[in-house]
């Protein structure tokens, strides 16, 4: 009996370790704004152009487009791509989402918990609508941390006390979105891509976020890697879609 | 270039219709980076506040690029500077006129344009097509004409040059400037690039010396003269919460009803409201503030009422409209880093603060509390707030201080440590705090000032530095309210209702202290 006990545990730790090291390859595309207006194009705002651009290449080239929650189950022979937009601006909704819609796309949204119904951020029914699409998933980009600089920031993953603090909001813009989508989240974006280690265990462990994501470049390459904040690859405006993919390819194993 | 860039200007004048705002004597234009409101001079240069409006009707703002450009609606712009819309003019286009073109789809290839005739000169550009001009020697600029939701904007740099104008840019308030060299823009600006202060205070921008709450007093738009309005109405009647609109002197009267009179013009006249549907709105007021072509107030069930709803008319009393179904207290307005902002207390909890920007209309709940989240605020009188402090009066009469640090940034929700929240109850001096009755910040010097209504007519003042109530002065009467302004020459005054009369001090603040010097 104790025989066969051993022989399933150590079966069963072959499956995992299998699984873990099987090449998933997904690239994670890092996008924020995303507009109409040219006199806001920048480094980090694309026009919707060049987001259509992306959205039909990577459709008509055989990617299969993953939201945060679908990673852990991706075909790791299929080309697998998770479209995320951070900060929550309403352009998402008004320049993405009609295009995400025409390609059957899907991707993830990390909403500033604070901008929830602000001038230029997504209002509250343009959320209900991202979610109930089924396209696009809403995930947490805490509610004021955001808006601390970076370097304020970094003292606060340090100090227990501002880290509590972190924490806490962490939990007030969960509350946020629930409040607005009836339902929770799991995913949860970084600002500025910063964390530590203990703040990730926190997140992880104590608030149940299954996904995370840093700003740091690379790709996710094993279920191992959904495990931990996950790298991305930042959108840059003036890249086109043949730019990206190269840059997935050269990061491929 | 000048005389004959006039001589167009004059010339549209003169060939415009009604709607058209041809200023003969040149065009002076102040707007801020996605605000809808301009401040210009008409013929008699006198200030206004403008709505910028396309020709739809759609509210239109100056954006500026990522790429460092300031970019201004095209069409209304055009206008301001004369120029005249030769949209229905065949062939070539009169000297003083621009026109747009939408695309001919019968044409490939064929794109929308625009052209202006200034001054004999000739210009035309595709939209969306980069070209490039020289604003001064050695600055060479690329841009574009872009059509942006159906409105076109037109580099502001570029249409000065095309038009003898001055642009200006000021990064630290924010302020766009266009002005024509028919103008003298010392007249308007001053040295460093700013709005002249005295045409600030004439427009009523600088709530330090125009909010006045209890006060009957105002400045006048000389930036100067400090006027008793109850000395200039007939009867001597007692008024408060005075308020400027450019020339408009608007006030409650003891009956709570909004007056509005025409400064250094004797007649007054209530002021009607009246809904978007044109329906009368009866309005009794606690506090009114006007700004920008608006009017913000507390609209009361009765007078001597503190609680009422928030809302906004214009400035002739049409389009009254309620900003939210709460009931509300203690209006002010600031403004922070260029932007303005109402404040107020909602009285169902009088415990929280909420901040309206006026820019967006985005009415943010203030959450201040400590590091355990527990609200610092309660059962707030009257508050105050500077960049970097809140400080209220409880309703029981204490005085409570609550240092903001490095929450700039971050108003709708502070944290602070519990040592940042203090309650003073004794004054420097070793006297009590207590029966504060009045509250007054000075933004300019981040002062703070407090007044005990009693028999001793205490003022006190506070700043961060020497973190304690300072006694200003030794009064014999009691003070009922305190107000402070600043005057053109950022000389302050506090001004006081002492017995029922007003009596006006200048004060100097210096290193920490004030001094009444006169």
Same mark, same amino acid.
């Given at each position: 009996?104790k025989?066969?006990?051993?022989?399933i545990?150590?079966?069963m730790l072959?499956?995992c370790?299998a699984?873990?090291?099987?090449?998933?390859?997904i690239?994670?595309i890092?996008?924020?704004?995303?507009?109409?207006?040219?006199?806001?194009?920048?480094?980090?705002c694309?026009?919707a152009?060049?987001?259509?651009?992306?959205i039909?290449?990577f459709?008509?080239?055989?990617?299969t487009f993953l939201k945060?929650s679908?990673m852990?189950y991706a075909?790791p022979n299929?080309k697998?791509?998770?479209?995320t937009?951070?900060? $929550?601006?309403?352009?998402?909704?008004e320049?993405a989402f009609p295009i995400l819609q025409?390609?059957?796309?899907?991707?993830?949204v990390?909403?500033?918990g604070?901008k929830?119904?602000?001038?230029?951020?997504?209002k509250s029914?343009?959320l209900?609508?991202?979610?109930r699409s089924g396209?696009v998933?809403?995930g947490?980009h =805490?509610t004021?941390?955001?808006?601390?600089?970076?370097n304020?920031?970094e003292?606060?993953?340090?100090d227990?006390?501002?880290?509590n603090?972190y924490?806490?909001?962490?939990?007030d813009?969960?509350?946020r979105?629930?409040e607005?989508?009836?339902?929770?989240t799991?995913?949860?974006?970084?600002p500025y $891509?910063?964390? =530590?280690?203990r703040?990730?265990?926190?997140?992880?462990?104590?608030?149940?976020y299954?996904t995370?994501?840093? =700003?740091n470049?690379?790709?996710v390459y094993?279920?191992d890697?959904?495990?931990?904040p996950?790298?991305?690859?930042y959108?840059?405006?003036?890249?086109?879609?043949?730019?990206i993919?190269?840059?997935?390819?050269?990061?491929?194993? | 270039?000048k005389k004959s860039?006039a001589?167009?200007?004059?010339?549209?004048?003169?060939?415009?219709s009604?709607?058209?705002?041809?200023f003969?004597?040149?065009?002076f234009?102040?707007?801020?980076?996605?605000?809808s409101v301009?401040?210009?001079? #008409?013929?008699?240069?006198n200030?206004?506040?403008m709505?910028?409006?396309?020709?739809?009707g759609?509210?239109?703002?100056?954006?500026?690029s990522?790429d460092g450009?300031?970019?201004?609606?095209?069409r209304?712009?055009c206008?301001?500077?004369?120029l005249?819309d030769?949209?229905?003019?065949?062939?070539a286009?009169?000297d003083?006129?621009?026109?747009y073109?939408?695309?001919d789809?019968?044409?490939?290839?064929?794109?929308?344009?625009?052209?202006l005739m200034v001054n004999?000169?000739?210009?035309c550009h595709?939209?969306?097509?980069?070209?490039?001009?020289?604003v001064?020697?050695? #600055?060479?600029r690329t841009?574009?004409?872009y059509?942006?939701?159906?409105?076109?904007y037109?580099?502001?740099t570029?249409?000065?040059?095309i038009t003898?104008s001055q642009?200006l840019?000021?990064g630290?308030t924010?302020r766009?400037?266009y002005?024509s060299?028919?103008?003298?823009?010392?007249d308007f600006?001053?040295e460093?690039g700013n709005l002249?202060?005295?045409k600030?205070?004439?427009?009523?921008?600088?709530?330090f010396?125009n909010?006045?709450?209890g006060?009957p007093?105002y400045?006048?738009s000389?930036g100067?003269?400090i006027?008793d309005?109850s000395a200039?109405?007939?009867?001597?009647?007692k008024?408060r919460?005075v308020?400027?609109?450019?020339r408009?002197?608007?006030?409650?009267?003891?009956?709570?009803?909004?007056?509005l009179?025409?400064?250094?013009?004797?007649e007054?006249s209530? %002021?009607?409201f009246?809904d978007?549907?044109g329906n009368?709105v009866?309005?009794?007021?606690?506090?009114?503030?006007?700004?920008q072509n608006?009017?913000?107030g507390v609209q009361?069930?009765a007078?001597?009422?503190?609680?009422g709803r928030?809302f906004?008319a214009n400035?002739?009393?049409?389009g009254f409209?309620y900003?939210n179904d709460?009931?509300v207290y203690?209006?002010i307005?600031?403004?922070?880093?260029?932007n303005?902002?109402?404040?107020?207390c909602?009285?169902?909890?009088r415990?929280?603060?909420?901040?309206?920007?006026l820019k967006?209309?985005?009415?943010?709940?203030?959450?201040i509390t400590?590091?355990?989240h527990?609200?610092l605020?309660s059962d707030?009188?009257q508050?105050?707030?500077g960049?970097k %402090?809140?400080a209220?009066i409880?309703?029981?009469?204490?005085l409570h201080v609550?240092?903001l640090e490095?929450?700039?940034e971050?108003?709708?929700i502070i944290r602070v440590n519990?040592?940042n929240?203090?309650?003073?109850?004794?004054?420097?001096?070793?006297e009590?705090l207590?029966n504060?009755?009045?509250?007054?910040?000075?933004?300019?010097n981040?002062?703070?000032y407090?007044?005990?209504?009693?028999?001793?007519g205490?003022?006190y003042?506070?700043t961060r530095s020497?973190?304690?109530?300072t006694r %200003?002065?030794?009064s #014999?009467h009691?003070i009922?309210?305190?107000?402070l302004?600043? #005057?053109?020459?950022y000389n302050?005054y506090?001004?006081?209702?002492v017995?029922?009369?007003?009596?006006?001090?200048?004060?100097?603040?210096?290193?920490g202290i004030?001094?009444?010097?006169?």
């Open positions: 009996m025989k066969f006990i051993f022989t545990i150590a079966v072959l499956l370790t699984a873990s090291a099987e090449n998933l390859n690239a994670v890092c996008y924020h704004s995303i507009t109409d207006n040219p006199l806001k194009y920048s480094q980090y694309i026009s152009e060049e987001f259509e651009d992306d039909k290449y459709s008509e080239n055989g990617y945060p679908e852990w075909d299929a697998n791509i998770v479209i937009s951070d900060d $929550g601006y309403d352009d998402f909704y320049c025409k390609y059957n796309a899907k991707a993830a990390f909403m500033i604070s929830i119904d602000k001038h230029g951020y997504l029914w343009q209900q609508e991202l979610d396209l998933e809403i947490n =805490t004021i941390m955001h808006k601390r600089q970076n304020v920031l003292g606060y993953l340090n227990e006390t501002y880290l603090e924490v806490e909001d962490i939990k813009c969960s509350a979105i629930y607005v989508l009836g339902h929770g799991e995913s949860f974006s970084y $891509g910063l964390y =530590t280690d703040l990730e265990r926190i997140v992880r462990t104590n608030l149940g299954t995370t994501f840093t =700003t470049f690379g790709m094993t279920q890697d959904i495990l931990s996950m790298k991305r690859i959108r840059i405006h003036g890249d086109s879609p043949q730019d993919e190269e840059k997935i390819n050269s990061l491929k194993y | 270039m860039f001589a167009a200007i004059t010339a549209a004048a003169l060939l415009s009604v709607g058209i705002h041809a003969a004597e040149g065009t234009l102040c707007m801020r980076a996605d605000e301009a401040i210009s001079i #008409d013929e008699n240069n200030f206004e506040y709505d910028m409006r396309a020709s739809n759609e509210l239109v703002y100056p954006q500026i990522t450009n300031t970019y201004l609606p095209f209304y712009v206008e301001m500077a004369g005249k030769g949209a229905d003019i065949a062939g286009l009169p003083g006129y621009f026109r073109w939408a695309a789809p019968s044409i490939p290839g064929d794109k929308q344009k625009i052209e004999g000169n000739y210009y595709n939209i969306g097509e980069s070209f490039q001009y020289e001064s020697p050695g #600055d060479v841009v574009s004409i059509n942006i939701r159906g409105s076109l037109f580099p502001m570029y249409m000065a040059k003898d642009a840019w000021h630290d924010g766009i400037m002005i060299n028919t103008l003298n823009s010392s600006i001053d460093t002249r202060r005295d600030e205070l004439y427009l009523n921008f600088d709530f010396c909010n006045l709450g006060s007093l400045l006048k000389d100067y003269t006027s309005l200039e109405i007939e009867g001597n009647p008024v919460s308020t400027r609109n450019g408009s002197i608007y006030f409650l009267d003891n009956n709570g009803r909004v007056n009179k025409i400064e250094d013009n004797a007054i209530l %002021l009607s009246a978007e549907g009368a009866d309005v009794i007021a606690d506090t009114i503030i006007s700004v608006k009017l913000y009361v069930s007078a001597g009422e503190k609680y928030l906004s400035h002739d009393g049409s409209k900003l709460s009931q203690n209006l307005m600031r403004e922070f880093r260029g303005l902002y109402l404040f107020y909602d009285a169902t909890t415990a929280t603060l909420h901040m309206i920007e967006t209309m985005d009415d943010y709940e203030i959450e400590n590091f355990a527990e609200n605020l707030i009188k508050f105050v707030i960049s %402090l809140v209220y409880s309703n029981d009469g204490q609550i240092d490095d929450n700039l971050e108003f709708e519990n040592e929240h203090k309650i003073f109850l004794t004054g420097s001096d070793g009590s207590g504060i009755t009045s509250m007054n910040y000075d933004h300019i981040e002062v703070l407090v007044t005990q209504v009693d028999y001793t205490r003022t003042y506070y020497g973190d304690a109530f %200003l002065e030794r #014999d009691p009922t309210d305190l107000a302004f600043s #005057d053109a020459y302050d506090c001004a006081k209702t017995n029922g009369r007003p009596q006006i001090d200048r004060i100097r603040y210096s290193n004030v001094e009444i010097i006169n």
